[in-house]
Structures are given as structure tokens and as C-alpha cells.
């Protein structure tokens, strides 16, 4: 089979990072990583992936600024609200039957669903007897999530989402403000750890009970989904859950065999 040019320095690209950075995309989804990296070539005013992958070899910053054009930051605070009710209403109860609760956070991004399951723990009585082990590939998301302030602006937006997903107390009670800044309260902060994890290449994290990845299969190839998905229940304990995003399935994966499905319609599955 010939390849064109441009297809032939895509793979060479993405050969280069991993060799020179130890970032290994390639076994994201290959058009959409496609797609990303040409709007950073525009960008960038590059005529062509081989003038990128120069850059990106020899200078430290350009290739930050590209980290965060390839790994996509969407993200909001009890983003789809029957998930989070059902983790509210089914996955809480039986978590409570557990001395102490671990739960990983993969590819938690700014950090708005951590905080979100802070919340839920926070009012079901289970935030003191748990750790939450966020983790992300992009370091500068980690920082923006510690922060754990947002503009006054998106207040309205979190209010109505968190009353959507069940919440019925006043979301005032989990923020103080000053000028235009919403800070989180430091009580929601202080039983998450934050580190760096890349899913493609590093280790099964701890033994959780509950591990959530929301939103970032949908940028690997089925490779890699059952690699992370095979990771992922590696680091559950025994019947512990495991959250996917709604548009995200186990169920077309090889590793599957090691789970049921809890709530099909909200993605949660269980550790046989
Ligand atoms: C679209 S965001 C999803 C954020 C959040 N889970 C949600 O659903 O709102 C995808 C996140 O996955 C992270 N990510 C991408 N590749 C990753 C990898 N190999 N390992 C860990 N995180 C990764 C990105 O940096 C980004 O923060």
C-alpha cells in the first residue's frame, strides 16, 4: 500500500513523541488526532507535520502548548445528570458498607468531576473515609484543578447542573467568593491527590472501589480502549465499579469478560 506524504509524516509525528517526550498517541483515534494536530499546524502558521515535529523535538515549550491542543480539555461540573444520580442513588449505598472508600479519578482534566463526586460523598457522609486519586496526562490541568476556582460567570451553570444530578441543598454551601472568583471550599479540597498518570503507558493505579474515566476512550482506537478498560479493572477491588462516559461502552471490548454491567444506560459496570 503507498501512503501519501502527509500520512507518512502523521505517523513519523506521533513516532517522534513518543521517542523524544515519552507521550504515546499512537493508538488514539486517528482521524480526530488528526484533525487536532492539523488546526495546531494552523495555528502555528507550519506548512506540514514535519515542520511540527521538528519544533516539537527540539523546543520544550512549543511542545507543552501542543499537549494541550491534543489532549481535549472538555469538561463541566456534573456533566450528564443521570449518571450522576445514579452514582448518588445505586453506587453510594453500597460504597457505605466499606470501612474506607478509594476511588480513581482517570483523565479527570480541570478537575469539575472530581469535585462534583467530592459533593456527592460530602452528602452522602462518606467524604471523611475517602481518598480520591485524580489523575491526568497533561500536568497543567493538575494545577488548574488544585486551584479549584471558577468565575462568579459559571456559577448559574454549576448550580443548575448540580440541582439536575439530585442535589437539593443550597450549591452555595460549597463556594465562597471574592471579586469575580468562585473558590471551591477548602473541605471539598482536602481528601483528593492529584497526580500525573498517562493510561496508554503507565501502571494499574491502586485498589479502588470505584474508578471513574468519563470522556476519554472516545479519543483511543479499540486498541487502546481495552488496554486502559483491562488497566482500569486491574485496579478495582473485588465488585468494585467502574464509570464510563455515555458515549463510551466495555461491552465490544475483550476485557469485558472481567465485568458486568450494573446500569447499562449510565455506563457503570462491576468487577466480577
Ligand atoms: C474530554 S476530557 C474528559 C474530562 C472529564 N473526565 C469529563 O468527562 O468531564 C479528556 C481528558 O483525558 C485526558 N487524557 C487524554 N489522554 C490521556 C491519557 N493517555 N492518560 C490520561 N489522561 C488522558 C485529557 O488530558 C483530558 O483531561
Known amino acids: 500500500m503507498m501512503l501519501i506524504a502527509d500520512d507518512i509524516e502523521f505517523d513519523l509525528l506521533l513516532e517522534a513523541i513518543w521517542l523524544k517526550h515519552g507521550y504515546d498517541f499512537r493508538h488514539y483515534a486517528k482521524a480526530s488526532l488528526r484533525r487536532r494536530l492539523e488546526a495546531f499546524l494552523v495555528k502555528s502558521s507550519m506548512p506540514s507535520f ?23 480539555q472538555t469538561t463541566e461540573m456534573f456533566r450528564d445528570a443521570p449518571f450522576f444520580a445514579s452514582l448518588r442513588n445505586d453506587v453510594l449505598p453500597i460504597l457505605q458498607t466499606y470501612p474506607s472508600i478509594n476511588i480513581w479519578h482517570a483523565g479527570c482534566s480541570t478537575g469539575d468531576e472530581v469535585y462534583s463526586v467530592a459533593i456527592l460523598l460530602k452528602e452522602a457522609g462518606l467524604y471523611e473515609r475517602s481518598t480520591i486519586y485524580a489523575t491526568d496526562i497533561n500536568p497543567v490541568v493538575l494545577q488548574t484543578a488544585k486551584d479549584a476556582k471558577y468565575p462568579i460567570s459559571r456559577i448559574k451553570e454549576m448550580t443548575k447542573a448540580y440541582q439536575l444530578a439530585g442535589g437539593t441543598l443550597p450549591f452555595s454551601n460549597y463556594y465562597t467568593c471574592k471579586d469575580d472568583t468562585a473558590y471551591l471550599i477548602p473541605e471539598l479540597k482536602k481528601n483528593i491527590v492529584y497526580n500525573t498518570h498517562n493510561l496508554a ?3 494499574a493505579f491502586i485498589d479502588a472501589q ?21 488497566l482500569m479493572t486491574r485496579s478495582l477491588s473485588h465488585r468494585g465499579f467502574l464509570c464510563l462516559g455515555s458515549k463510551e461502552s466495555a461491552s465490544f471490548l475483550k476485557s469485558k469478560v472481567h465485568l458486568d454491567t450494573f446500569r447499562k444506560d449510565v455506563k457503570i459496570y462491576r468487577k466480577l
Open 50 to 72: 514535519s515542520h511540527l515535529q521538528y519544533r516539537m523535538l527540539r523546543d520544550p515549550l512549543f511542545f507543552e502548548r501542543a499537549l494541550d491542543e491534543i489532549t481535549v
Open 201 to 203: 503507558t503507565d501502571e
Open 210 to 230: 470505584l474508578v471513574i474515566c468519563r470522556n476519554v476512550l472516545i479519543y483511543f482506537d479499540r486498541d487502546l480502549q481495552d488496554h486502559v478498560v483491562g
